[in-house]
């Protein structure tokens, strides 16, 4: 639907729902579990009985033969990795993209702090105007 066209909220409303879920993101992410989001996106934080197709384990093939390297302290570790996605597996979107974002995108500022000299000049920020 156009977002012109869309009937406007009081500001009560939004204000409600501003308190209730803490954003006025769409409601499937006010929700408390996420996975069921997730599903519907054909994405799933837990193990298939039906197994995994074929194009995905040539896929994990690849990137298993290729040369991969892990930080030493990450929940992307082999004796964590399973353990992470259980835990996250139940939780909203804002649990999930502040356990694992940093690990797939890590800050620019720590990645500075901890030597690429190369990005000391960026700044990050959060939720500035």
């Given at each position: 639907?156009?977002?012109?066209?869309?009937?406007?909220?009081?500001?009560?409303?939004?204000?409600s729902r501003q308190?209730?879920?803490?954003?006025?993101?769409?409601?499937?992410?006010?929700?408390?579990?996420?996975s069921?989001?997730?599903?519907?996106?054909?994405?799933f934080m837990d193990e298939s009985a039906l197994g995994i197709t074929d194009e995905s384990r040539k896929l994990c093939q690849t990137l298993l033969d290729g040369?991969?390297?892990?930080?030493?302290?990450?929940?992307?570790?082999?004796d964590l990795?399973?353990?992470?996605?259980?835990?996250?597996?139940d939780q909203n979107e804002a649990r999930?993209?502040?356990d694992i974002a940093r690990l797939i995108v890590p800050s620019m500022e720590t990645l500075a702090t901890y030597g690429?000299?190369?990005?000391?000049d960026l700044v990050e920020?959060?939720?500035e105007g």
């Open positions: 639907m156009n977002p012109l066209l869309r009937k406007k909220r009081s500001s009560s409303s939004l204000r308190s209730e879920g803490g954003s006025t993101r769409s409601a499937v992410y006010a929700h408390a579990s996420y069921e989001a997730l599903a519907l996106k054909g994405s040369e991969q390297t892990v930080p030493q302290d990450s929940l992307f570790r082999d990795f399973e353990k992470t996605c259980r835990k996250l597996k999930v993209v502040q690429a000299s190369h990005l000391d920020s959060v939720n």
